[in-house]
């Protein structure tokens, strides 16, 4: 089943690999990632930024605070990949998983969306997909911002969902 996936996928990278990368010249800098590193793989994400309403910690006023994504992945001919969630965690359909840390932030183009990351693997285990990632891409994304009202001390613990889509980059070693 692994070869059929992975099959899919590069079949899908070579029938989308012009826009992919005159969008990739789009990418700031700041996020691009380190010499020595070559995309390995490319996952649409569809799913929900979780926020949480608490007390902030430097005043006396309630705040939305980021709790964890749940998405799942798909590559780009729609096929189920995985899903990521709280860590943050990829976790690709054979088992294989990176877990990342935030390296740097870039605001993106759309004011109404949660930044652009690139990240880098805390850790990268199993022999699949995910396996020898290094560092990871958020890019293109859209909606995933914590709401702007309705968090109160009234509201402390409410817990809200907001849709988000994302592109996740995956880099290995060369």
């Known amino acids: 089943m692994r070869i059929l996936l992975v099959t899919g996928l590069s079949l899908a990278g070579c029938a989308s690999s012009e826009p992919s990368v005159a969008r990739s010249n789009l990418i700031p800098e700041a996020l691009?990632?380190?010499?020595?590193?070559?995309?390995?793989?490319?996952?649409?994400?569809?799913?929900?930024?979780?926020y949480e309403c608490r007390q902030a910690k430097d005043a006396d006023r309630f705040e939305w605070t980021f709790k964890a994504p749940e998405a799942e992945l798909f590559g780009d001919a729609g096929e189920p990949m995985g899903r990521h969630y709280a860590g943050p965690t990829w976790e690709a359909s054979d088992g294989s998983k990176v877990v990342g840390e935030v390296k740097a932030k870039d605001a993106g183009p759309d004011?109404?969306?949660?930044?652009?990351?690139?990240?880098?693997?805390?850790?990268?285990?199993?022999?699949?997909?995910?396996?020898?990632?290094?560092?990871?891409?958020?890019?293109?994304?859209?909606?995933?911002?914590?709401?702007?009202?309705?968090?109160?001390?009234?509201?402390?613990?409410?817990i809200v969902r907001v849709d988000y889509r994302a592109k996740y980059r995956f880099y290995e070693p060369e």
Do not use: Y
């Open 32 to 50: 691009r990632a380190p010499p020595g590193e070559r995309l390995a793989l490319v996952a649409r994400a569809r799913g929900v930024q979780i």
């Open 111 to 158: 004011p109404h969306a949660i930044p652009w990351l690139l990240l880098s693997a805390r850790s990268a285990n199993g022999a699949g997909l995910l396996g020898r990632v290094a560092s990871i891409q958020r890019v293109e994304t859209v909606g995933g911002q914590a709401p702007t009202d309705g968090c109160s001390r009234e509201r402390s613990g409410a």
